[in-house]
C-alpha cells in the first residue's frame, strides 16, 4: 500500500511522514533533507519534487496557484497517460515494502495522476490529509518568506493557498480509505492519532520507536499557536467553515461534506472571476502608465482643435 500525506504545506505533512515512517512504514530514498528552513526534514523524495513540477508547468500552473484546476486546454488525456506512466514506474522502482509513505505537498494538486499511477504499479492506495490551523499555517508561510529577499507573503495569500490545498485534499480523496488528522491533536497526543489512523486505514502501525517519535515531536516542533477565532479575509465564510468541517472530522465528529462543496464551489468561482478582472485591469494599468499626463495633455487640445472647439467640444 501506498500511504499519501495530503494537505497545505506548512499543516504538519512533515511531521506526520516523519512519524508515520517510526511507525513501520517504509518512506522512499533520497528525501529533501533538513534545512534552516525546516532542520528537522521534509521527509519527500526529491523525484517527486522533480516530477510535479514538471507536470504543474506543463499544465500552464505552479505550486504557488490559488486556481483550483489547472486552465482551460491545459491538459488532454494523452498528455496525462505519459505523466502517469512516469509515476507508475517511479512507484515500480521503489524497494519493496507492505507500506510504503508519500508525502509531497504538490501532490495535493494532482492526487488523481499519483493515486492512478501507484494503482498501476500494483498498490493499493490511501491517505492521511493534514490540517491546521490556517493562522498557524499562514503565519509559518510568513515566517519563511520575510527570511527571502524575493518573495512576500500575507495571511490574505496563506489564507488563500490554504483553502486551495486543503479543499483539494479533502475533495480529491473521497474514494479512498483516509483519515483527516489535525497537527495540533497530533502533537497533544500522537499514540491516539497514530491509532486513529492504524485502524481507519486497517494498516499496522505498531512497529513503532516511541522514543524517537518523543523527540522529533518535541514543543519546538509547533513556532506558531494561535487560539483566537479564524480570520475572513475574502469577506465570506470560507476558511472558518473549512476549518470547523474538517475539525469535527479530525475528532471522529458528524461532519457535513456538501458544506465544503459549497465552499470548493464559491472559492473556484470567485477566484476565476477576480483573475480575470485582475488580468484584464492589469492591462489598463499598463496602458496607463504609458500615457502620461503631458501625452494626454496634448492629444484631447489636439482633438479639441479638430472639432474646432465646437458643440460638446466648446
Known amino acids: 500500500m501506498v500511504l499519501f500525506v495530503l494537505g497545505f504545506g506548512r499543516s504538519g505533512t512533515s511531521a506526520l511522514a516523519r512519524v508515520l515512517s517510526l511507525c513501520g512504514a517504509k518512506l522512499p530514498p533520497r528525501l529533501l533533507g ?73 501532490i495535493t494538486a494532482l492526487i488523481g495522476l499519483w493515486f492512478e499511477g501507484a494503482r498501476r504499479a500494483g498498490f493499493d492506495v490511501a491517505a492521511v490529509v493534514a490540517m491546521r490551523h490556517p493562522a498557524e499555517a499562514s503565519a509559518s508561510i510568513e515566517k519563511r518568506a520575510s527570511k527571502q529577499n524575493y518573495v512576500r507573503s500575507s495571511p490574505e495569500l496563506g489564507s488563500a493557498w490554504w483553502l486551495k490545498y486543503t479543499l ?41 520507536n516511541d522514543i524517537a517519535i518523543e523527540e522529533f515531536l518535541s514543543p519546538g516542533l509547533r513556532h506558531h499557536r494561535h487560539s483566537g477565532p479564524v480570520a475572513e479575509p475574502f469577506g465570506t465564510d470560507w476558511v472558518k467553515t473549512v476549518y470547523d468541517e474538517l475539525g469535527r472530522a479530525a475528532r471522529d465528529d458528524p461532519w457535513d461534506r456538501t458544506v465544503l462543496d459549497r465552499v470548493f464551489d464559491q472559492y473556484q468561482a470567485g477566484e ?14 499598463n496602458l496607463n502608465r504609458l500615457l502620461l499626463p503631458p501625452l494626454v495633455k496634448v492629444g484631447l487640445e489636439t482633438l479639441a482643435l479638430v472639432h474646432r472647439r465646437r458643440g460638446t467640444w466648446a
Open 168 to 208: 483539494l485534499a479533502e475533495r480529491d480523496t473521497r474514494d479512498v480509505p483516509r483519515v483527516i488528522v489535525e497537527f495540533e491533536n497530533l502533537l497533544e497526543d500522537w499514540r491516539r492519532e497514530v491509532k486513529r489512523i492504524g485502524t481507519g486505514l486497517q494498516v499496522d502501525l505498531d512497529n513503532r
Open 34 to 106: 533538513a534545512t534552516a528552513d525546516n532542520p528537522r526534514g521534509f521527509w519527500e523524495p526529491r523525484a517527486a519534487i522533480h516530477l510535479n513540477e514538471a507536470i504543474l508547468r506543463s499544465r500552464r500552473s505552479s505550486a504557488y496557484d490559488l486556481a483550483m484546476r489547472p486552465p482551460d486546454g491545459a491538459t488532454s488525456p494523452e498528455q496525462d497517460a505519459v505523466w502517469i506512466n512516469r509515476i507508475q514506474k517511479y512507484f515500480a522502482a521503489l524497494p519493496p515494502a507492505p507500506l510504503v509513505i508519500v508525502k509531497e505537498p504538490k
Open 272 to 285: 476565476r472571476g477576480f483573475r480575470t478582472a485582475v488580468e484584464d485591469s492589469q492591462r489598463y494599468r
